[in-house]
């Protein structure tokens, strides 16, 4: 007999209220234990993704290392923005994609490939890119639009490699930093959360819960 986390879900069509709803309700079910498999590594809010339709603007967002998709649908039918999602299934994770309730077309390739198939994306989008892996850093080396959103912990967290960190740093500027477990006016996460270590693995003292923030970076003048 399928279990409920077998069960594939129905794509009818879900409204955005639908979508927040499930979030909701899978937030309630823990992290590790639900959110990141049934949703996404970060938690999205209104309040992020409104900072990011600010941010973005007319441009089209290319996406890579898109997993599940989430923030992608969210940024498409709640912040009303052209969004190209790409992922290269290398770690099953997309397979979760049938169990969720939205759906995506998501282009599955190489985030770098993604990057060079898709020169007319001004803004990269970065939602948790792997621990360990370079493909952040190769694809971010071959853009050449102007904005960048990261999402997730930076430098010694849990995401990408230095490289990754240190071309932000030297080509891009900072726009804006929030905290997105902050930005959260419909649920009192931090409290529970806050104490579900994310990452024991190589986690230094200071970092071993989940530090979720978004960046926004603009290309310096002076860059590619
Ligand atoms: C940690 S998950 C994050 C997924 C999603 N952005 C989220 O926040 O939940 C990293 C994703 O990157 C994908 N990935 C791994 N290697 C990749 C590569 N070389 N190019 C593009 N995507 C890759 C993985 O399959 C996975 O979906």
């Known amino acids: 007999m399928a279990t409920m986390e077998e069960k594939e879900c129905d794509k009818s069509e879900p409204s955005v209220d639908e979508i927040w709803s499930f979030i909701k309700e ?18 999205p809010s209104r309040q992020i993704l409104d900072l ?10 290319l996406s890579i290392g898109s997993g599940l998709g989430l923030w992608e649908w969210l940024m498409m039918n709640y912040a009303d923005l ?4 790409t992922s290269r299934s290398g770690d099953g994770y997309e397979t979760g994609r049938k169990l969720v309730p939205w759906s995506v077309d998501v282009e599955s390739m190489d985030a770098e490939d993604a990057v ?26 071959s853009f050449s639009g102007d904005k960048v959103v990261f999402i997730g912990e930076w430098y010694d967290g849990c995401c990408a490699t230095k ?5 932000l740093d030297s080509d891009y500027h900072q726009v804006d930093c929030r905290d997105t ?44």
């Open 26 to 43: 899978t937030r309630g079910e823990g992290f590790f234990h639900s959110f990141h498999r049934k949703c996404s590594h970060a938690i």
């Open 52 to 61: 990011i339709k600010a941010f973005v603007d007319q441009d089209t967002v």
């Open 82 to 85: 052209k969004v190209i999602p």
């Open 116 to 141: 060079k198939a898709h020169i007319e994306c001004g803004v990269l989008f970065i939602c948790w890119p792997s621990n360990g892996f370079d493909y952040a850093y190769r694809a971010l080396n």
């Open 163 to 167: 490289s990754f960190f240190d071309l």
């Open 181 to 224: 477990l902050k930005c959260e006016s419909e649920f009192t996460l931090r409290e529970s959360w806050d104490f579900e270590p994310f990452c024991s693995i190589h986690r230094m003292e200071q970092h071993r819960y989940l530090h979720d923030e978004i960046y926004l970076f603009d290309r310096k003048k002076s860059g590619k």
